[in-house]
């Protein structure tokens, strides 16, 4: 597409993202960077980019939630179930675009919640829905020429810039001083990275009532065993083909990745 789009058309953008997936080759967002005019039909071409690559109806058991701060609106994205892997994985036969790293702690639901219950959590109420926590890898890729330097609502419509996701194993999931949580993360030689209290919410569990209303959105229940990773601990970390990846967080073991 050489001309860019001088109106909102969504479907311009899933006909872009399904070719950069089905060719294993970013393509250019610029010709599209008018072509989303807010999160709801960014959130429309994941749905329908999943739906054309693997047939996905209802709620997914997988996703990603997070944002910059508690006062900012949080961006969820529906993970594709292949992509989901447990540690240790290999991600060595993965083609990327980009290699970057953010270290999480991944939530998951004791029971089903309806879209009536969904409405009205509050963040207290969510943190009792949870039974289970462990530590993840998100690596962040992009079909997007740009990567992360492409239009937010594109990169939104992308999975908010999703590879694929590791988790560690799982625990029972406790309230904590995570003000007080310490994490580390080692990639290939580079020095270790770490880090103590700096989750952007400052507390995983905040994401939890926007992300329920969210996934519920359409009427249906999320289910119990939904998986949710909650935002990154260290920001994106560069990393390269052949490093191996290790996070931790302290008392709660560790995940690796080999890229």
Same mark, same amino acid.
């Given at each position: 597409?050489?001309?860019?789009?001088?109106?909102?058309?969504?479907?311009?953008?899933?006909?872009?993202?399904?070719?950069?997936?089905?060719?294993?080759?970013?393509?250019?967002?610029?010709?599209?960077?008018?072509?989303?005019?807010?999160?709801?039909?960014?959130?429309?071409?994941?749905? &329908?980019?999943?739906?054309?690559?693997?047939?996905?109806?209802?709620?997914?058991?997988? &996703?990603?939630?997070?944002?910059?701060?508690?006062?900012?609106?949080?961006?969820?994205?529906?993970?594709?179930?292949?992509?989901? &892997?447990?540690?240790?994985?290999?991600?060595?036969?993965?083609?990327?675009?980009?290699?970057?790293?953010?270290?999480?702690?991944?939530?998951?639901?004791?029971?089903?919640?309806?879209?009536?219950?969904?409405?009205?959590?509050?963040?207290?109420?969510?943190?009792?829905?949870?039974?289970?926590?462990?530590?993840?890898?998100?690596?962040?890729?992009?079909?997007?020429?740009?990567?992360?330097?492409?239009?937010?609502?594109?990169?939104?419509?992308?999975?908010?810039?999703?590879?694929?996701?590791?988790?560690?194993? &799982?625990?029972?999931?406790?309230?904590?001083?995570?003000?007080?949580?310490?994490?580390?993360?080692?990639?290939?030689?580079?020095?270790?990275?770490?880090?103590?209290?700096?989750?952007?919410?400052?507390?995983?569990?905040?994401?939890?009532?926007?992300?329920?209303?969210?996934?519920?959105?359409?009427?249906?229940?999320?289910?119990?065993?939904?998986?949710?990773?909650?935002?990154?601990?260290?920001?994106?970390?560069?990393?390269?083909?052949?490093?191996?990846?290790?996070?931790?967080?302290?008392?709660?073991?560790?995940?690796?990745?080999?890229?």
């Amino acid at each position: 597409m050489s001309d860019k789009v001088q109106k909102a058309d969504p479907v311009l953008v899933a006909v872009a993202l399904l070719q950069a997936r089905r060719d294993c080759r970013p393509v250019d967002s610029r010709p599209l960077a008018g072509a989303l005019r807010d999160a709801e039909q960014a959130y429309a071409v994941q749905t &329908w980019v999943a739906h054309a690559l693997h047939g996905s109806d209802g709620v997914a058991r997988h &996703w990603k939630s997070g944002g910059p701060s508690r006062e900012a609106t949080a961006t969820h994205a529906a993970l594709p179930p292949q992509g989901v &892997w447990t540690s240790p994985a290999d991600a060595a036969d993965l083609r990327c675009n980009l290699r970057l790293i953010e270290v999480e702690i991944a939530l998951r639901l004791a029971r089903d919640v309806t879209a009536a219950e969904a409405g009205t959590v509050t963040h207290d109420d969510a943190m009792d829905l949870v039974d289970s926590m462990a530590v993840s890898i998100e690596l962040v890729d992009s079909r997007w020429q740009q990567g992360i330097d492409a239009p937010p609502l594109l990169k939104l419509a992308d999975l908010q810039s999703h590879g694929a996701l590791v988790l560690g194993a &799982w625990q029972p999931f406790e309230k904590r001083d995570w003000s007080q949580q310490a994490c580390s993360v080692s990639i290939g030689n580079r020095p270790l990275e770490l880090r103590r209290g700096t989750h952007s919410m400052g507390d995983p569990s905040w994401v939890l009532p926007a992300w329920l209303r969210h996934v519920t959105r359409e009427g249906a229940s999320a289910s119990k065993g939904t998986v949710v990773t909650t935002g990154t601990w260290c920001g994106m970390l560069p990393a390269s083909k052949g490093d191996l990846v290790i996070a931790g967080f302290d008392g709660m073991g560790e995940a690796s990745l080999q890229l």
